[in-house]
């Protein structure tokens, strides 16, 4: 066997046990849940850990909570590439900045309690070095803290 067969095998070991070793995919994000209690009550445990988190909460209004100074664990906002300048063939990257989230949660009432449904969505913001002016774009989701919230509802 020639030197650069060995190599190649050897390459293809390494790739097949790198994926093995991959595990199970992540599992889904839980965004609703049954819990004991009345919605008055859920209501106010969730407002209450939102407060606690960093969110503004408007009482009854349907409106989103709202934060600008969200935690880097709550969401993946991915490093940008950018381009641009006086030369067409720049490039660069971009990291987030700041992150935001938006949460809306609601509750119906249910015969064992309350079903609670949560929506969330968060934003960094970057800077565009070429233009100077800063940009926005969506991040995913980790659960993180729609766990932390269904936690608090029950």
């Not at 407060?51 to 490093?79: I, Q, R, V, Y």
Request: glycine share 10%; charged share 20%; proline share 7%.
């Amino acid at each position: 066997m020639t030197l650069a067969r060995v190599v190649n095998v050897i390459a293809w070991c390494g790739m097949l046990f790198g994926c093995a070793a991959a595990g199970p995919p992540p599992a889904p994000i839980e965004r609703s849940r049954e819990v004991a209690g009345a919605p008055d009550q859920v209501r106010h445990q969730v407002e209450t850990k939102l407060a606690a988190l960093g969110f503004s909460t408007p009482h009854d209004t349907g409106e989103p909570a709202k934060t600008s100074s969200a935690s880097p664990t709550w969401a993946e906002c991915e490093t940008i590439l950018i381009g641009g300048g006086s030369d067409t063939g720049q490039k660069d990257f971009a990291i987030p900045q700041s992150r935001s989230a938006s949460v809306t949660v609601r509750y119906a009432p249910i015969a064992a309690g309350t079903r609670v449904d949560i929506t969330t969505s968060f934003d960094a913001t970057y800077y565009h070095r070429y233009r100077g002016t800063p940009f926005t774009a969506a991040c995913a989701t980790t659960g993180e803290l729609e766990r932390a919230l269904l936690t608090a509802a029950g």
